[in-house]
């Protein structure tokens, strides 16, 4: 394998911000943020949505409105 072609392979924290479920998996994405996860301090990635939250592999659907859009969307196109 030719030296300096393939970024460094670690593991990094990826925490679920839905859910604040948290797990380590190897990865080659890089970060500036670390936190401390079982006593280890990794590189800290967060993400929306993982198997922890997401409904296909919960079996539980969650309805997350950001930002009132669909009060927005409610309100825009009631008169019509």
């Not at 460094?8 to 998996?25: E, G, H, I, M, Q």
Request: hydrophobic content about 20%; aromatic content about 12%; proline content about 4%.
């Amino acid at each position: 394998m030719k030296k300096n072609t393939h970024p460094d392979y670690k593991d990094v924290l990826f925490v679920d911000t839905s859910s604040n479920a948290k797990f380590v998996c190897g990865s080659t994405l890089q970060t500036k943020e670390t936190a401390e996860h079982e006593g280890k301090e990794y590189p800290v990635l967060y993400v929306s949505v993982s198997s922890d939250s997401h409904p296909t592999y919960t079996g539980n659907t969650k309805f997350v409105d950001t930002e009132g859009r669909v009060d927005k969307f409610r309100k825009r196109y009631q008169k019509k």
